[in-house]
């Protein structure tokens, strides 16, 4: 594993470099963070300007209503998008974490087990129940990281599937007021 100062400068320094990596991941999301904030909070400003104008020329209630409804749907579903855009920026840089995080771990095991491997062979005499004990233990460590790696990926995937469902519910449950406003309108 680490048997001299170069093979620790080289672990040190692929360490450092998966830092780094991370730490412009982060920046580029905030950087999209910013840039999707700034431009819901434009097209906000931009809608609220249409929707004071519209609201300040109605002459009736019905009008009033109308009006409401037809403003309310378009603003619903950008704050739906907005969300969703979002979650999926956050999820996207989970996601890249928990890989570099995935590799870094293997890469750990690797290195334990080739160092596991060296410290066998020269194991003494009659420690062979011992070495198979603990290459029993490795083997279940490891299998009980895939299960739970396993299922905190069936997870995620979970949620970004119940997000999505969520957003068509809500879109639907927007056009339908909509659709019910207009209704009252017309009759």
């Known amino acids: 594993m680490l048997n001299s100062p170069e093979q620790f400068l080289n672990a040190q320094r692929t360490q450092l470099n998966t830092f780094l990596g991370l730490s412009q991941k982060s920046f580029s999301n905030i950087e999209k963070i910013v840039e999707l904030n700034l431009n819901a909070m434009k097209s906000y400003m931009e809608d609220s300007t249409e929707a004071v104008k519209a609201l300040t ?11 409401s409804t037809s403003i309310s749907q378009p603003l619903g579903e950008k704050a739906v998008a907005y ?3 979002l979650y999926k920026l956050q999820s ?3 996601s890249e974490t928990a890989k570099m995080v ?3 771990i293997a890469e750990a095991n690797k290195s334990f087990v080739e160092l596991f491997e060296t410290a066998t062979k020269n194991a003494p005499a009659g420690s062979e129940s011992a070495v198979a004990m603990m290459k029993s233990a490795m083997t279940a460590a490891n299998s009980a990281y895939d299960s739970v ?5 069936q997870a ?5 599937a119940n997000v999505t469902a969520a957003t068509q519910a809500t879109l639907k449950a927007a056009d339908s007021a909509a659709t019910a406003g207009r209704s009252r309108k017309a009759a």
């Open 102 to 104: 995935e590799e870094q």
């Open 156 to 160: 995620v995937e979970m949620a970004e």
């Open 149 to 153: 790696s396993k299922a905190t990926k």
């Open 92 to 94: 996207g840089v989970a």
């Open 83 to 85: 969300g969703k855009d």
């Open 57 to 67: 020329s109605v002459k009736d209630v019905q009008e009033f209503m109308a009006v």
